[in-house]
């Protein structure tokens, strides 16, 4: 296998250890708040990691660092469509009350 090969799948692997971690990070961080959360407040149920950044070139992020909603949701039809969908995706974190 050529060097340049043997760097790729090294590079791959070392992506993919540090996505597992984070993504076991993640569901701890957010198991927590379904367990501590404020009982009076709605709690959610299902998540979603996108593998894209908001993008201020979208106008998804303002000129002051806002979050744009409108922007995200418009933009991100196809994602919020997989939150509600009545069979979620794989790739949809789903929480049990």
């Known amino acids: ?10 590079l791959v692997e070392e992506r993919a250890s540090l996505l597992t971690q984070a993504t076991s990070r993640l569901l701890r ?3 927590t ?9 709605p709690t959610w149920m ?6 894209e950044p908001l993008s201020s070139d979208a106008n998804e ?3 002051k660092g806002y979050i744009n909603q409108r922007a995200v949701l418009e933009r991100r039809a ?3 469509e997989k939150l509600h969908a009545d069979s979620p995706a794989p790739e949809v974190i789903v929480t049990t009350e």
Do not use: C, E, K, Q
């Open 29 to 31: 961080n957010l198991a």
């Open 33 to 41: 708040v379904v367990l501590v959360g404020d009982p009076t407040s």
């Open 61 to 63: 992020i303002t000129d």
């Open 78 to 80: 196809a994602l919020i």
């Open 46 to 51: 299902r998540a979603l990691v996108m593998s």
């Open 1 to 10: 296998m050529a060097l340049n090969s043997m760097r790729s799948v090294a």
